[in-house]
């Protein structure tokens, strides 16, 4: 049995978790690779940075000894007002379609398909920075989740910065965003930290493992200034070396640019942290890596999530015996 550590005021809460992944909305799916001990059965409550993070953790996972399970209630760029209104939708009208957005079914109809060890929620990226957003969604999908998984631990995903060019950055108040990458950070992860203290859940924190990575001279992507993104030529782009996000990328004769999503880069690290936090075990010994990334990158990616891992727990430990005085 794997378990995760957090302590509370004179006493110890043990999370026992089990874990597998890649499952559509309603079927959740399962890889063996313990001899055939219980999964961890893992329900997600996200969106595309959800997909991100777990992208490789039935990889990590399956390298790892574990068996996992994994059910997913995700809906590209939604908040948690978004999925309590579609819960909320279903709650008064079962047949209310837009109870029903997870490929025709209902939050409530995904978690009552079997008994879940751990769900996660988290807010979208681009109000992650705002506390007041969380409220009160954060909490009444906390009691609902609790409602009806009673034994089930809920978990915040701490979502990521965007690059450090974007274009555009997380809400930080009612009409006003962050100036940079580095303030994104601070604010979302203060706001993640807030209401994680007020719920009394812990938190993955694959945002702090990102700006790690970050903020470190060596490690750090830099805009390649020499390139002309004014004039661009295909299939020519920008030197990107280090970048955890998708950056730029030809679309047919288009230069695009994204920001805001993971990479290859950046969904290795993020399945590497979840991989930590939900194992209570080191990936840095772990061989899968994706393909595409320098061996010496994703040597300092697997140890940085590691050490966030642990650093976390750390923190939450004190946040939570502090939350009981």
């Given at each position: 049995m794997i378990y995760l550590r957090y302590v509370r005021?004179?006493?110890?809460?043990?999370f026992f978790l089990l874990f597998t992944v890649e499952a559509a909305f309603s079927q959740p799916t399962s890889s063996a690779g313990n001899g055939g001990k219980h999964p961890l059965r893992l329900f997600?409550?996200?969106n595309s940075f959800s997909q991100n993070a777990t992208r490789y953790l039935p990889q990590l996972s399956?390298?790892?000894?574990?068996d996992l399970v994994i059910g997913?209630?995700?809906?590209?760029?939604?908040?948690?007002?978004?999925h309590w209104d579609h819960a909320e939708a279903a709650e008064q009208n079962p047949d209310d379609p837009k109870g029903k957005p997870y490929g025709g079914k209902s939050l409530k109809m995904l978690l009552s398909e079997g008994v879940w060890d751990v769900v996660t929620i988290q807010q979208a990226s681009i109000l992650s920075g705002d506390?007041?957003?969380?409220r009160p969604y954060a909490r009444k999908l906390y009691e609902y989740v609790k409602k009806l998984q009673p034994n089930a631990t809920v978990v915040f995903h701490q979502t990521w910065a965007y690059r450090t060019d974007s274009k555009d950055f997380s809400q930080i108040a009612a009409?006003?965003?962050?100036?940079?990458?580095?303030?994104m950070w601070e604010k979302s992860r203060a706001a993640y930290h807030t209401?994680?203290?007020?719920?009394?859940?812990p938190i993955i924190p694959n945002g702090d493992a990102f700006w790690r990575i970050n903020s470190t001279a060596k490690w750090a992507y830099q805009k390649d200034n020499a390139f002309n993104y004014r004039q661009p030529q295909s299939p020519a782009l920008p030197d990107q070396t280090h970048s955890l996000h998708m950056g730029y990328r030809w679309d047919k004769d288009k230069l695009a640019f994204d920001s805001h999503h993971a990479n290859e880069a950046g969904c290795y690290l993020g399945a590497l942290v979840w991989?930590?936090?939900?194992?209570?075990e080191s990936p840095v010994k772990l061989t899968f890596c994706p393909e595409g990334i320098a061996p010496d990158f994703a040597k300092q990616l697997r140890k940085t999530a590691w050490s966030t891992v642990k650093k976390e727990r750390k923190t939450s430990a004190y946040v939570l015996a502090d939350a009981e005085k």
């Open positions: 005021k004179n006493r110890a809460l043990l997600l409550i996200g399956k390298e790892g000894g574990h997913r209630a995700e809906i590209g760029g939604s908040s948690l007002q978004r506390v007041e957003t969380y009409r006003d965003s962050a100036r940079s990458a580095e303030q209401m994680a203290n007020e719920l009394g859940i991989y930590g936090f939900l194992f209570d």
